[in-house]
């Protein structure tokens, strides 16, 4: 099985972003830890990031025809898209939510988000850890499954 691994606006600057609130990893990092994960568990990973919501977007139709899963940080497009919403509920794939930071004990704007709704499992506080534990999760979900 294949898991899409979407990071959104400004995951770029992993490591160099306000790192006392997001860690020191880089993405490539997170990209890493996600294959390795994925790789112990039979899986493989592919990875992608954009600033862009409409890059982000067709990352997810793209998906519909080329993964059995989808992990996705959507930066602050979580609290304001609802395109990427209907796009992961358009595809129907299974979807696991990460967030770095725990944003329920951040500002009330990042109380809400638009992806929860639509996501199997939401990970959220547990530093890059939580890319491990969402495809740890997904994996083992994605395997189950297989016939
Ligand atoms: C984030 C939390 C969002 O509120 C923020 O806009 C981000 C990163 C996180 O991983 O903690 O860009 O999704």
Redesign the pocket.
């Given at each position: 099985p294949s898991i899409l691994v979407i990071n959104?606006?400004?995951?770029n600057l992993l490591g160099t972003?306000e790192p006392d609130?997001?860690g020191t990893a880089t993405l490539d990092d997170v990209v890493r830890l996600a294959s390795d994960t994925a790789r112990e568990r039979g899986c493989a990973v592919r990875a992608v990031q954009s600033n862009h919501e409409g890059g982000i977007i067709d990352a997810i139709h793209a998906a519909r025809t080329t993964t059995d899963g989808i992990v996705i940080?959507?930066?602050?497009?979580?609290?304001t898209s609802i395109a990427i919403r209907d796009a992961l509920a358009g595809v129907g794939l299974p979807v696991v939510e990460?967030?770095?930071?725990?944003?329920h004990r951040?500002?009330p704007?990042?109380h809400t988000s638009y992806i929860s709704g639509v996501a199997d499992a939401v990970i959220?506080?547990a530093g890059i850890d939580?890319y491990r534990l969402a495809v740890d999760h997904l994996a083992g979900r994605l395997t189950a499954a297989a016939p």
């Amino acid at each position: 099985p294949s898991i899409l691994v979407i990071n959104g606006p400004n995951l770029n600057l992993l490591g160099t972003r306000e790192p006392d609130v997001y860690g020191t990893a880089t993405l490539d990092d997170v990209v890493r830890l996600a294959s390795d994960t994925a790789r112990e568990r039979g899986c493989a990973v592919r990875a992608v990031q954009s600033n862009h919501e409409g890059g982000i977007i067709d990352a997810i139709h793209a998906a519909r025809t080329t993964t059995d899963g989808i992990v996705i940080n959507a930066g602050a497009y979580t609290h304001t898209s609802i395109a990427i919403r209907d796009a992961l509920a358009g595809v129907g794939l299974p979807v696991v939510e990460v967030h770095i930071s725990n944003v329920h004990r951040r500002e009330p704007f990042r109380h809400t988000s638009y992806i929860s709704g639509v996501a199997d499992a939401v990970i959220v506080g547990a530093g890059i850890d939580g890319y491990r534990l969402a495809v740890d999760h997904l994996a083992g979900r994605l395997t189950a499954a297989a016939p």
